[in-house]
């Protein structure tokens, strides 16, 4: 794979933040959203956007601050999660449960970055599911985010079509489903 200086310069900061994290006896701060996609595509997919799920958000944003994050202070911007001012990427942490407890743990994926650090990230599934969940739930359903589950799908080495297929009914409340999704694949 393929990534942009910038996603693992980013990313290897976060693996360290995570690590701080467990260092304080807290879970392991999990990478969702548009980080977890450019992981997952390999770079075909670039975001500035590093949304985490985590219980321990204040030990979190410590970290990243020492680690050279600012708290987000930008006009134009909405005043949460905090942004690195050379690696134009910004961090918010998005929920204390990882997709609302509806998420396969043991489907987690480590990945280590840089000095032995290590970033947990989302499972495929699930991120999958939540691009849909979010097509779904978007007026006139968002192209872009259908776009990124097909881009998925289509890279993807192995899934668990049975765990992806009732993740996706769930996120989008029953109206997709994998066969949908594979039926954009034509």
Known sequence: MAFRKEFVDALTLLAAAFDRVVE??????????????????????????????????????????DLGFRREDRPGHLLRGLYHPTLGIDVEVVSGLLFDGASDNTKIRLVEVGDGNRVAIAPL??????RMGQYASTPNHAPDMLGQAVKLLQLAQKLDDAYLDRRIRQETLDEFGLAYLKAQLR
């Open 125 to 130: 599934e699930d991120v999958i599911a939540d």
């Open 24 to 65: 304080q006896g807290y879970e392991r701060p999990i990478l969702v959203g548009g980080g977890a996609v450019e992981f997952y595509t390999g770079g075909a997919v670039v975001s500035g956007d590093f949304d985490v799920v985590t219980d321990a958000q204040q030990i979190f944003e410590a970290a990243l601050v």
